[in-house]
């Protein structure tokens, strides 16, 4: 004869057996700080994560243990993670393959995650085995798969800024500062609203650059992160207006404010996002570090 047994808890209690079951708990921001010494160690470009452990935009983060944490995963609201820490802590590394895989279902939408150090990408490469695949050989029986592309992290060269900017002659479009109107205008992609909180937060903590042509904004460039004087740009051209050089004009012009006001501009972006590749360079930037890049759909 089979007995049933029924247990119950306390609200407070459930809610962290929950937590326990999945392991991964979700950090409350008064812990951020517990995530932010090991962040800063970090020798790639995680502005992303920082803007989210100190608290310049509204993200959250998940570690394997609220109290004494070893392992993060930091999420950043545009879409970006990074996973960083102990990456021997198999429980928490279940639970992560369920999160990548959205078993849950509870991600809606789709997320690019990087992670450090190196053998996190040997052990995320066992971890998910057959459900991973490299983009460039994906097909449509690999749907629900974490696909696997590279990013790239640049460093800028003044040298070479200023070189082209002596060749490439004056703007003669009108450019103005992006304020809170320009803000909530902004359609896209790559746009302040996905990396600020609103346009009170944006026109008082960050900058952008908007050129304007036939009345409309044709492109903005804009701090996407400002983190320690590093400012890392985001670049957006409204796809008619592409193919005339915009996007150049509204970087130069944010890079100017870097230089004039003492921040080191900073690029990164997929390997496979050939016009952000070619662009950074052609301004100044070069390329410093190749990364595995997981997309984790939802």
């Not at 410093?288 to 984790?296: N, V, W």
Request: glycine share 6%.
């Amino acid at each position: 004869m089979k007995r049933h047994i029924l247990i119950t808890f306390e609200p407070e209690y459930k809610i962290s057996l929950i937590q326990l079951l999945h392991l991964m708990e979700l950090l409350h921001p008064q812990h951020y700080h517990m995530a932010s010494e090991q962040l800063a160690l970090l020798p790639i470009n995680q502005l992303f994560a920082r803007a989210v452990v100190e608290g310049h935009v509204n993200g959250k983060i998940y570690a394997d243990n609220a109290e004494h944490p070893t392992t993060f995963l930091v999420t950043h609201p545009y879409g970006m993670s990074l996973l960083f820490g102990n990456e021997n802590n198999e429980s928490f590394n279940e639970a992560f393959v369920r999160y990548a895989l959205n078993e849950s279902k509870d991600r809606k939408r789709t997320e690019w995650l990087q992670a450090y150090p190196a053998t996190w990408n040997e052990k995320l490469s066992v971890l998910l085995g057959d459900k991973m695949v490299r983009e460039e050989d994906r097909t449509d029986k690999d749907s629900g798969k974490v696909e696997l592309s590279t990013r790239v992290n640049f460093t800028f060269n003044r040298e070479k800024h200023f070189e082209f900017k002596s060749v490439f002659g004056q703007n003669s479009y009108q450019i103005v500062r992006t304020d809170k109107h320009l803000f909530e205008e902004m359609v896209g992609t790559v746009v302040p609203k996905y990396f600020w909180n609103n346009g009170d937060d944006f026109y008082k903590n960050a900058v952008g650059f908007s050129l304007l042509y036939e009345g409309e904004v044709a492109s903005t460039a804009f701090s996407a992160f400002i983190v320690d004087k590093k400012l890392e740009l985001g670049i957006e051209s409204v796809t008619r207006f592409r193919g005339k050089q915009f996007a150049i004009y509204t970087c130069m012009a944010l890079i100017d404010y870097c230089l004039e006001n003492g921040y080191e501009p900073v690029w990164a972006c997929r390997f496979q996002n050939t016009n952000s590749f070619k662009l950074a360079q052609k301004i100044g930037f070069e390329p410093s570090l190749f990364l595995p890049f997981y997309k984790l759909v939802n």
